[in-house]
T-cell receptor, first 114, second 111 residues
Framework: GAVVSQHPSRVICKSGTSVKIECRSLDFQATTMFWYRQFPKQSLMLMAT?????????EQGVEKDKFLINHASLTLSTLTVTSAHPEDSSFYICSAGGIKDEQYFGPGTRLTVT | SQQGEEDPQALSIQEGENATMNCSYKTSINNLQWYRQNSGRGLVHLILIRSNEREKHSGRLRVTLDTSKKSSSLLITASRAADTASYFC???????????FGTGTRLKVLA
């Protein structure tokens, strides 16, 4: 299957700083990428849908000014958590849309805000 | 918003037994996928079943889909300790072009 990578896999940052997470589709072009957040012992919650060359579509309750998404190319989408706080500590997972309705998930990034 | 509800939330069985997890959803879908997630790790894709399919098999896994009841089940036969993980269903609707995950079932297989 197609490969999606995320970088970094794990990041610790101080409260008030910003953190950027990259999601790359390695062997296919993805016009659409998705960002999910998962708190401990909970399911994945869709945060936003990112389309190459256009603004992301955010799910209800997700602050677009706090979670900046950029999808500048067909193989790269980035999520920037701005002014991070301890409550933003979570597991962030991206996925990339392939042919038709297939989606391929990245391995996730664990963010810890101290 | 989460669309899928899974039950049971947690399941504990002995090695060798079968494990059945159920997923119910609310709106019409194009396909449904099952994923496994080991603690603190990423998702592992198990099976995709489309809306015009009723059953699919993959090794020890059997997935059924009943679109009239808006439900799906995942059966793991002859379970092993290594099957201990959380299992999620995710439904896809072409109208919205996104996957929505269920609440998940935490499976524990005791050796």
């Amino acid at each position: 299957g197609a490969v999606v990578s995320q970088h970094p896999s794990r990041v610790i940052c101080k409260s008030g700083t910003s953190v950027k997470i990259e999601c790359r589709s390695l062997d296919f072009q993805a016009t659409t990428m998705f960002w999910y957040r998962q708190f401990p012992k909970q399911s994945l919650m869709l945060m936003a849908t990112s389309n190459e060359g256009s603004k992301a579509t955010y799910e209800q309750g997700v602050e677009k000014d706090k979670f900046l998404i950029n999808h500048a190319s067909l193989t790269l989408s980035t999520l920037t958590v701005t002014s991070a706080h301890p409550e933003d500590s979570s597991f962030y997972i991206c996925s990339a849309g392939g042919i038709k309705d297939e989606q391929y998930f990245g391995p996730g990034t664990r963010l810890t805000v101290t | 918003s989460q669309q899928g509800e899974e039950d049971p939330q947690a399941l504990s069985i002995q090695e060798g037994e079968n494990a059945t997890m159920n997923c119910s959803y609310k709106t019409s879908i194009n396909n449904l996928q099952w994923y496994r997630q080991n603690s603190g790790r990423g998702l592992v894709h198990l099976i995709l079943i489309r809306s015009n399919e009723r059953e699919k098999h993959s090794g020890r896994l059997r997935v059924t889909l009943d679109t009239s009841k808006k439900s799906s089940s995942l059966l793991i036969t002859a379970s092993r300790a290594a099957d201990t993980a959380s299992y999620f269903c995710a439904t896809f609707t072409s109208g919205t072009y996104k996957y929505i995950f269920g609440t998940g079932t935490r499976l524990k297989v005791l050796a």
